[in-house]
C-alpha cells in the first residue's frame, strides 16, 4: 500500500490540530492516502481531548520560557496531553475495521516494534474506571496506551473516527520537564517514572518509520506540505474558532 509521509513538523499547537483535521478530512473524502508524521509543539501546549469541556483554572495563566503555554482542543477524544519534551505522532487512514479496540491492537503495533528495536518492551496498559476522573491523560493508563515493563506510560494515543476512517495520534514522553509537569497538573512525578536513555528525536523517528513498513506492508512516499496544502489548512483554522480554547467553555 502506498502511503505518504509528512516531514518532521514543530510548530505551535493550533496549527499541528488543523493539520491533523485537514488530513483526517481529506482522507475521508478519499482524497488522500494513508498517512504517517511525526511533529512536535512550540511553544509548550496543553491539547484537552474533544469532549473534554472542564479543566483547572490555572491553566489560563501558565508560561514556560517566558512563552504563554498554548491551551489547545484536539479533534481525538481522551484527557489533557502535555506537550513539552514529547514526540507526536499521527497516522490517518481507512481501516478495515470499526471496533475502536481492534484499530488500537492494529495501529499501535508499529509503535511497539519500533520501540523495542530502540531497547524499550512495551505492552498495552489495562482499562481503568477513574480515568475520566483523571485531568492527566498520563496519570493513569487504558487498554489505548503503551506502558513498560514497570507500568509507566510512555505513549498516550486517542482516535477520532468518520465513517471507516480513522486519525489516530499519541504522544510520547520523551523527556518531560518535572518542573512543568508540576506546575500544571500540581502532582509529583510517579516513583517509577524512568529516565530514558538519550534517544535522538531522527532515531526514534527512523525506528518507527522502519517498523510502520513492515507492520503496515506499507511504502512511504516522503511529500512536504504543499503551499495549496497549507493554505487549506489555514481555512481550517480560521474556521475552528475554538480550537485554541477560550473563555467561553466550562473550567473547574
Not at 25 to 49: D, E, K, M, V
Not at 73 to 98: F, K, M, N, Q
Not at 172 to 189: G, K
Request: hydrophobic letters at 35%; aromatic letters at 10%.
Amino acid at each position: 500500500m502506498d502511503w505518504r509521509l509528512i516531514p518532521y513538523l514543530q510548530t505551535d499547537g493550533i496549527t499541528q490540530m488543523a493539520i491533523d483535521q485537514w488530513l483526517f478530512n481529506q482522507c475521508h473524502q478519499g482524497n488522500h492516502p494513508p498517512t504517517l508524521r511525526f511533529y512536535t509543539w512550540t511553544p509548550a501546549a496543553i491539547s484537552l481531548g474533544r469532549n473534554q469541556l472542564t479543566w483547572p483554572q490555572h491553566w489560563q495563566d501558565l508560561a514556560w520560557q517566558g512563552r504563554p503555554v498554548d491551551l489547545v482542543r484536539r479533534p481525538t477524544g481522551g484527557r489533557a496531553v502535555l506537550h513539552e519534551g514529547d514526540l507526536t505522532y499521527g497516522i490517518i487512514l481507512s481501516h478495515p475495521h470499526r471496533n475502536r479496540r481492534q484499530a488500537y491492537k492494529d495501529l499501535c503495533q508499529f509503535l511497539i516494534q519500533g520501540w523495542r528495536e530502540l531497547g524499550y518492551n512495551l505492552r498495552f496498559g489495562e482499562p481503568r474506571r477513574n480515568y475520566t476522573h483523571q485531568a492527566n491523560c498520563f496519570a493513569t493508563a487504558t487498554n489505548a496506551d503503551l506502558v513498560l515493563e514497570n507500568g509507566y506510560k510512555l505513549i498516550g494515543s486517542a482516535q477520532a473516527w468518520q465513517d471507516q476512517t480513522v486519525l489516530q495520534h499519541g504522544s510520547m514522553r520523551i523527556n518531560p520537564s518535572q518542573e512543568l509537569t508540576e506546575q500544571v497538573f500540581r502532582q509529583a512525578f510517579a516513583e517509577h517514572d524512568p529516565t530514558l536513555h538519550p534517544i535522538p528525536e531522527k532515531a526514534i523517528i527512523s525506528a518507527l518509520i522502519a517498523a510502520a513498513k513492515t507492520c503496515f506492508e506499507a511504502t512511504f512516499t516522503y511529500e512536504p506540505l504543499s503551499p495549496k496544502e497549507l493554505e487549506a489548512i489555514e481555512q481550517v483554522k480560521s474556521m475552528q474558532a475554538d480550537t485554541k480554547v477560550g473563555n467561553n467553555l466550562a473550567r473547574n
